[in-house]
């Protein structure tokens, strides 16, 4: 089992970056399905990235194409998400999951991860 912790958030002004950092407390080499999500007030939790390290492909929201970008570090047990040209609308919780089974994209679009970290917060101002 992996316990996954978030890190990274803070409150940046619009047009500003932010990396966001997700350690595990073992290693990440079995879970091969990494992904961020990230959940404002009111609305629900929507899926930001995703990462497949088995087959090297990556899923991004629409609204986050071209300015998010999530890698791996195995040897640091680590998945970041580097966020620039950050906006207003990308305030939210944003956590981290991790999965060792079943199709990784699928699993991005509903959600379907058996693992969660507990968030960390990013708030960009106007």
């Known amino acids: 089992q992996v316990r ?63 300015r998010f970008t999530i890698s791996e570090d195995n040897a640091k047990n680590t998945v970041s998400l580097q966020m620039n040209s950050l906006k207003p609308e990308d305030t939210a919780m944003y956590y981290c999951a991790a999965e060792s089974s079943g199709n990784c994209y699928m699993r991005y679009l509903g959600a379907t991860f058996g693992y969660w970290g507990r968030g960390t917060q990013v708030t960009v101002s106007s």
Do not use: H, I
Not at 5 to 12: A, I, K, N, P, T
Not at 28 to 40: E, G, I
Not at 43 to 63: C, H, I, L, M, Q
């Open 4 to 66: 996954l912790v978030e890190s990274g958030g803070g409150s940046v002004q619009a047009g500003g970056s932010l990396r966001l950092s997700c350690t595990s407390s073992g290693s990440l080499t079995s879970y091969y399905c990494m992904a961020w999500f990230r959940q404002a007030p009111g609305k629900e939790r929507e899926g930001v990235a995703g990462f497949n390290s088995n087959s090297g492909e990556t899923y991004y929201a629409d609204s986050v194409r071209g």
